[in-house]
């Protein structure tokens, strides 16, 4: 959620604790529209993290040194230029407002003392940073606003800074007065006395009261028992003294400045936080507290981003993965339409065989001839149409032509849908494996593979049952000569490469724990997939996958003990999960078939991931995780 103003108050007294008395000792933009304000203190450097993301605009303090963006803004500048080396006097800013003045005081290149303030306006689509002169006068801002865009706040150099237009709000301290009252119920809050039309109650609290954000509002009348959706024109006097009592309440742990900063989750199950908040809410049923303010917003907006960058990884995975699958299925379509045709080849044959019998009695500049085909019983009379401009000779010729490039084009095509087929099973699983991305090093194992494999480059001239699978699909390899031409110690660096390689493979797995402690892993990619069965499972260890369907692969590991039932079904339900077969969130009942990893064998000149097992077993088992 944003932040709001409630929370605003807090957090300005917060970063007032920690900050003021601290001088400016770097500054650096660290995305499209934020930077990092790095402070020093005897002894120790503190962070403050600025946004004007309309999406994730938030300040607040960060430890962490987030990496600098390669080119930096004019403001970034502007901001060294006046601010470093200046101490934090103060931080303030209105009421119940998203707005927060640090004021810095420094020396000029003369040595005059100089102020300046820098206003962080944390909007929304509104934010904006401004350096403000000690007269008031604008000096540069992150984002201009010209009279084109905002007739009556301009924010350009040299110009006035005018605060945000008042709102007009009511202020919950204009209530502190009289609180034992409204506390007690024994009297309605007199903004709530009023029928308010058809508004519902928690759109009337964000109209009437300061610094009120949705979320508070809904738990405001969630706390009161009000249900959704309620109309101030239909609630009761009995109501609306809940409402008040509710409201007297919040206002009382907000005179008291108590606050208990957490993360709120909607599900209890649920591992990203849905909103963040300075008190207790009651809204959602799970929350994790934090020991400040900053603390929980930036372990919100960390996952916020890290979930925008796993949006963005699946939406570039995805495109490359269509645009594969779009160009595999056109491929197939032709080679399934080249089959087709080369199935006319012994009908070109038998043409060419009747008109070489009766080449003699074909009358020359024929169109067409009728001749009986000697090869059935009955003797039926063929028409056979011909080319006016060859003689029967030529004529002959161009029909076993025809026939010699059917038959080509029938074993070609045969060769490239063994191909097709297999590239069509790796599509597959990659689309499984995307489906189940949920983290940054699912979609970076995927994005691997995708980028490591190439096609094919050319086809062998024997027939394909003549020929192993590999032979097909990865014709020709080159000589040994070849890793000689690399100079001394050039094999060892390529060595040392490859073994880099597979173990980023290596490190993409995912690993989980029975309830009896056996280990379970499950590859990321196909990659490592490959490299668990094949390199790193051992022998005796169990191999599993769901049965005919495209899945990632999953290993046991038994560590020389016999798992129990109990242990193969927990595995089994992992391989489920991890299974095209896995369409519903309650999770689906599939056939795992499972065996000793030797049994398992690679299909030759595949793709990695893709092979075959023998004397396996059969287990029947809700597509589910470990709990």
């Known amino acids: 959620m944003p932040l709001d103003g409630i929370s605003a108050n807090f957090l300005r007294q917060e970063l007032a604790d920690h900050l003021v008395g601290a001088r400016l000792n770097q500054v650096w933009q660290t ?303 032709s080679h399934l339409q080249d089959l087709q045709e080369g199935e006319k080849a012994d009908t070109y044959k038998l043409y060419g065989d009747l008109l070489q019998a009766k080449i003699y009695q074909i009358p020359a500049k024929a169109d067409r001839v009728r001749v009986e085909n000697y090869y059935e019983a009955d003797l039926p009379v063929l028409e056979i149409a011909l080319d006016p401009s060859l003689n029967p000779a030529q004529n002959v010729n161009h029909y076993y032509k025809l026939y010699r490039k059917a038959k080509e084009k029938t074993r070609r095509a045969r060769i490239y849908l063994r191909q097709d087929e297999l590239e069509g099973e790796w599509l597959d699983n990659l689309q499984v494996l995307l489906d189940r991305m949920d983290s940054l090093a699912d979609g970076q194992a995927i994005l691997e593979e995708l980028q490591s494999q190439v096609q094919p480059e050319a086809l062998t001239d024997k027939e394909p049952e003549d020929l192993p699978l590999g032979q097909i699909l990865n014709p020709g390899k080159p000589g040994k000569k070849g890793k000689y031409k690399a100079g001394p110690g050039k094999g060892k660096q390529a060595k040392s490469k490859k073994m880099q390689k597979d173990n980023s493979s290596t490190q993409a797995l995912r690993e989980f724990t029975t309830s009896e402690g056996f280990l379970v892993q499950v590859g990321r990619n196909n990659l490592a997939n490959d490299r668990l069965t094949f390199k790193k499972a051992r022998k005796d260890d169990l191999w599993f996958h769901a049965r005919n369907m495209p899945g990632s692969h999953t290993v046991l590991r038994t560590e020389g003990k016999t798992p129990s039932p109990r242990a193969i079904e927990e595995a089994a339900s992992i391989a489920a999960y991890f299974s095209s077969g896995n369409q519903t969130d309650a999770g689906a009942r599939l056939e795992v078939d499972y065996c000793p990893v030797k049994q398992v064998s690679r299909i030759p000149g595949a793709k990695p991931g893709l092979v075959t097992y023998k004397d396996f077993q059969t287990a029947y088992v809700e597509a589910k995780l470990p709990e």
């Open 31 to 333: 995305a499209h529209s934020a930077l990092y304000l790095q402070f020093r203190r005897p002894g120790r450097n503190l962070g403050l993290h600025i946004s004007i993301n309309p999406a994730q605009a938030a300040i607040y303090l960060d430890a962490t040194n987030p990496p600098r963006l390669k080119n930096q803004a004019n403001f970034i500048q502007s901001l060294k230029k006046r601010l470093l080396g200046a101490e934090l006097r103060s931080v303030d800013g209105p009421d119940c407002e998203r707005i927060f003045n640090l004021v810095f005081q420094g020396t000029n290149e003369i040595g005059d003392i100089e102020r300046h303030t820098l206003v962080a306006e944390i909007m929304g689509k509104h934010s904006n940073l401004v350096l403000v002169r000690e007269n008031g006068i604008i000096h540069d801002a992150f984002r201009h606003i010209d009279s084109s865009l905002n007739r009556y706040r301009e924010i350009m150099p040299a110009r006035p800074y005018l605060s945000p237009p008042d709102q007009d709000k009511l202020l919950f301290s204009d209530f502190l007065g009289e609180l034992d009252r409204y506390l007690q119920g024994e009297e309605i809050l007199p903004f709530l006395q009023t029928e308010a039309g058809t508004q519902t109650c928690d759109r009337y609290l964000l109209a009437q009261l300061a610094g009120f954000s949705p979320l508070l509002a809904r738990d405001i009348c969630f706390r009161a028992g009000l249900p959704d959706n309620l109309q101030m024109r239909d609630m009761s006097p009995e109501q609306r003294l809940r409402l008040s009592v509710s409201l007297a309440q919040l206002f009382q742990k907000l005179a008291e400045g108590k606050i208990r900063p957490a993360l709120y989750f909607i599900q209890a199950s649920n591992r990203e936080a849905k909103d963040f908040y300075s008190l207790p809410l009651q809204l959602y049923p799970r929350w994790e507290p934090y020991p400040s303010l900053s603390l929980a917003m930036a372990a919100f907006y960390r996952q916020k981003s890290q979930a925008e960058d796993l949006s963005q990884l699946r939406h570039k995975i995805d495109h490359q993965l269509k645009r594969l699958q779009k160009t595999h299925a056109r491929r197939y379509q």
